[in-house]
């Protein structure tokens, strides 16, 4: 059972009470900045009027649970991707590779940690609802399985055509994300980068990575055998020379 | 914006270094050290020779440097080029090592042991004059792995013994000079009143027939 | 009572300087955070440290393995004069990388984390293995020259009997380690510009690593043949220059296919920063290099050798730094120039390497028996005046 969110940013009026129960739930202070950074773990970006509520994608293969050395974060049975500040170093590579540029660092603190939503891994944990969902006062963010909320977001654009523009935003990005997007103009218009491979990122690295034991094997196997090889043929050649000059004491030998 | 600013500060510290070190080396020509003046010649004491002209420092490993004595670089006075056997190469005592040419012409030195070639001054090949500026340090041409260090010292001349060879072979060149010299240039003549010599360059004036015997009488043998 | 002051050249004063901006610097960084210390932000997460320090640091230390392999595997006894000087410049290059990690790692008490919390799947964890592993074996490659100057001859035993493991295990892990380097950015593909942006990047990585040992090498060379007022082996780099010139040759052939491969013709010729950034790394990284190396004449002079491979040393900082800064600012929008502090951290990681180096190479035997201590000196001459030959 993989939960996700479904946004509908038709109905996002921009009151921001997300942002508030979420600023709750963290402990974080409330900012009138309204962009993600390492207090604000979903933000509503203001595009030209239309409002566009932002948070951690929770993508099916996260790239930040791919890239990280040591799996400080985890795609969560239920859904989200948690990151545990224990095991982190604070390398910021999932910074550098996530593709939709979600986690922000707490660059001020001396001991800081990657700070990103978690879909209230807690509250879902206990039957809940996050936050933001139950703080959104025109039903901007649906709560619910995967496949019930790709249904639903099918289903508000057969109904409804000439509000949405017809692409789920999440279906497929990036390998595929729990949070969809629905709007009614594509999302590049509204800050989404959307150049974005329909396969997870990881896949680019897998090709690679993959290819180490085998290397390891016939690298090392190649080496000892050159390595072989030449001392062999110098050996060899010390052999030779050491027979020519006998032969040649011999012949001087008979000579005499 | 950042690489252009990381290569500028390499640029710039290279540049500085750069002008460090000149400033630096002409602060070391101020510098006291051993002067070759056209008065005197000059021997280190602790260096071999032998009687081909050639020295020989031997180093703690048992390889020797090879350079040519400042009888040599005096009586040349300008070199052109040097000309050098190839590194590994093998040579036997008395064969021909290397060439010191001036124009056209050449001379063949010997060397002074039997070894491996295992190093040649690269500095030598691309400015060849050193070996007169400064015939006993930066002038060693070559480094040879003598065969068996032990025999080759017994035939090199070290010390008093060097000296005396070396004022020997300093008259024996004014009488060389004054031989041969009346015949093809006046200006070779022994003109200072004192008994002395205009030494410095002689050779570059002499013709073929001179240059060949001096050749053969002072460095065509061991 | 007379005080005796060190004579301070010039470079040592300049030295102390920046040693003490960077003890500023490092107690910055370490009491109020990266934030303070440095101009990163999520939108540039990895700046100079990262892309100077880890990158080029690593990358110039790739003599070592280059060297290591010559001697050894290949059996190039030849090359063996340079090696202790390859090793030891490969053992503090590594050395420094880790100090950077320390600076530039937000938690970095949590460094030694990847020996137990594995997650293969990361390029990362990779890195992070091949130089724990690399500078260990760096480590046990070096240890001779201590125990050499220790006459402990047990260790010495050991070690060697180890030479030639050591030595595959070094060619693999600088293998992996440089080519993962690149493999870093393959994971951005939308993020790095196109023209650096490549499913070839580890292998460009490597080879331009493998072109840039010999280089170091020879420059390395230089400096302490200037220091230790030591001959430079100029035979043995010259050929060494070779290697240079054919990896960069490889390097040439596969960025060429990169570039029709991913068409890249309209960005690489349409004038821009980025394009123009490109053809100055690609020209004083590849092109001249090749030409200058192919060179025999050039090859053969000290001031040619030196000049080429310091050209390609810079185009190959060029390379790392346009890949993880230059290629990355377009697509975040967001400026990043370091701080003064990240910049004077560097400085203060550089001199130390230097020092280190001096002070390793003055009391250990880094450097061949054959570079002996020329007796001469002013008062060994004996002076013999013309005049006094002829008096007697």
């Known amino acids: 059972m993989k939960y996700g969110i479904l946004v509908d940013i038709t109905r996002c009026i921009g009151c921001y009470a997300c942002e508030e129960a979420c600023a709750e739930r963290w402990g974080n202070p409330i900012t009138e900045e309204h962009r993600l950074s390492a207090i604000q773990n979903t933000a509503v970006e203001d595009h030209d009027g239309i409002y566009v509520p932002r948070l951690c994608m929770h993508c099916e293969k996260p790239t930040c649970a791919s890239v990280c050395p040591v799996g400080a974060f985890q795609k969560t049975k239920l859904g989200p991707v948690v990151y545990d500040p224990l095991k982190c170093l604070g390398c910021r590579y999932c910074i550098q590779a996530c593709p939709f540029n979600v986690p922000k660092y707490q660059w001020n603190k001396l001991n800081p940690k990657v700070t990103k939503c978690d879909m209230c891994y807690e509250r879902i944990q206990k039957g809940g609802v996050p936050a933001c969902v139950e703080a959104c006062p025109a039903e901007a963010r649906t709560f619910g399985t995967r496949e019930e909320l790709i249904e639903e977001a099918k289903r508000r654009i057969n109904e409804n055509p000439e509000t949405y523009y017809p692409h789920i935003f999440g279906l497929k990005e990036a390998g595929g994300t729990s949070i969809l997007y629905l709007a009614d103009r594509p999302l590049n218009k509204l800050g989404f980068k959307v150049n974005l491979p329909e396969v997870p990122l990881s896949h680019f690295t897998e090709q690679i990575m993959s290819k180490i034991p085998n290397y390891i094997f016939w690298g090392g196997t190649l080496l000892f055998g050159i390595w072989w090889i030449t001392k062999r043929r110098d050996e060899v050649q010390r052999l030779q020379k050491k027979l020519k000059e006998m032969e040649e004491n011999n012949k001087k030998g008979n000579g005499k | 914006m950042v690489a252009l600013f990381v290569l500028a500060t390499i640029l710039i ?98 060397s002074p042991v039997t070894g491996k070639i295992t190093a040649i001054n690269p500095n030598i090949l691309e400015s060849p004059e050193t070996i007169l500026k400064d015939p006993y340090l930066n002038g060693w041409i070559l480094m040879i792995e003598p065969e068996d260090v032990a025999s080759e010292v017994k035939n090199l001349l070290i010390g008093s013994e060097a000296s005396r060879w070396l004022k020997n072979e300093i008259k024996r060149f004014r009488e060389f000079i004054s031989r041969e010299a009346p015949k093809f240039s006046p200006t070779l003549e022994p003109t200072l009143a004192d008994g002395g010599l205009v030494i410095k360059g002689v050779l570059q004036n002499v013709d073929e027939k001179t240059w060949e015997k001096f050749e053969k009488e002072f460095i065509g043998q061991l | 009572m007379k005080i005796k002051v060190p004579k301070l050249t010039f470079w040592g004063f300049v ?182 942006y490549s499913s070839n990047l580890p292998y460009l990585f490597f080879l331009s690593a493998v072109a840039v040992g010999p280089a170091m090498v020879t420059i390395e060379s230089y400096l302490s043949s200037r220091a230790f007022k030591r001959e430079i082996e100029i035979h043995i780099l010259a050929k060494l220059a070779k290697v240079t010139a054919v990896a960069l040759m490889v390097y040439f052939v596969l960025k060429v296919e990169d570039i029709v491969n991913y068409k890249l013709f309209p960005h690489i010729f349409s004038l821009g920063y980025e394009s123009l950034m490109f053809w100055l790394e690609f020209a004083i990284g590849v092109i001249v290099p090749i030409a200058l190396l192919t060179n025999s004449k050039i090859r053969g002079s000290k001031k040619g050798l030196f000049v080429a491979q310091l050209i390609t040393v810079l185009g190959f900082i060029l390379n790392r730094l346009n890949v993880s800064i230059t290629g990355l600012e377009n697509y975040t929008q967001a400026g990043y120039f370091p701080k003064w502090t990240e910049i004077s951290v560097t400085l203060f990681i550089v001199a130390l390497g230097f020092a280190a180096f001096r002070l390793i190479a003055k009391h250990l035997p880094v450097f061949p028996p054959e570079v002996e201590e020329r007796k001469i000196i002013a008062e060994g001459f004996e002076v013999i005046p013309i005049r006094e030959v002829f008096k007697d």
């Not at chain 2, 070190?21 to 021997?43: C, G």
């Not at chain 3, 101009?39 to 892309?51: A, K, M, R």
Request: with cysteine; net charge positive; charged share 15%.
């Open chain 2, 13 to 110: 510290c290279i540049t500085i270094d750069y002008l460090v070190q000149r400033a630096q080396k002409k602060r070391e020509v101020y510098q006291p050290q051993v002067v070759l003046s056209s008065e005197s010649f000059i021997l280190p004491r602790g260096y071999f020779f032998s009687k081909a002209h050639t020295w020989l420092e031997l180093l703690f490993s048992g390889k020797v440097y090879v350079g040519v004595d400042d009888f040599i670089s005096k009586v040349l006075g300008k070199v052109d080029a040097i000309e050098i056997l190839p590194l590994g190469e093998k040579v036997k005592k008395g064969e021909p090592i290397f060439k010191i040419k001036q124009g056209a012409r050449e001379l063949t030195f010997l």
């Open chain 3, 15 to 196: 030295f102390w300087i920046i040693v003490a901006l960077g003890i500023y610097s490092t107690i910055l960084r370490f009491t109020k955070g990266l934030g303070a210390a440095t101009n990163l932000s999520d939108n540039f997460p990895w700046g100079l440290w990262i892309g100077f320090d880890v990158l080029c640091g690593v990358g110039l230390a790739a003599g070592g393995f280059v060297i290591a392999a010559a001697v050894y595997i290949f059996n190039l006894e030849e090359y063996k004069s340079i090696l202790p000087s390859a090793i030891l410049t490969a053992f503090l290059g590594y050395l420094l990388v880790i100090v950077a990690l320390l600076y530039d790692l937000g938690k970095p008490w949590n460094i030694w984390h990847p020996i137990i919390m594995w997650n293969p799947e990361s390029v990362m964890f990779e890195v992070a293995w091949c130089v724990m592993l690399y500078t260990t074996v760096l480590a046990l490659e070096f240890s001779p020259m201590l125990f050499q100057k220790l006459r402990l001859e047990k260790p010495q035993k050991i070690i060697k009997s180890l030479t030639i493991p050591l030595v595959v295990a070094g060619v693999i892990l600088s293998t992996l380690h440089q080519s993962s380097l690149g493999s870093l950015y393959l994971i951005v593909p939308e993020k790095l510009h196109p023209i650096w």
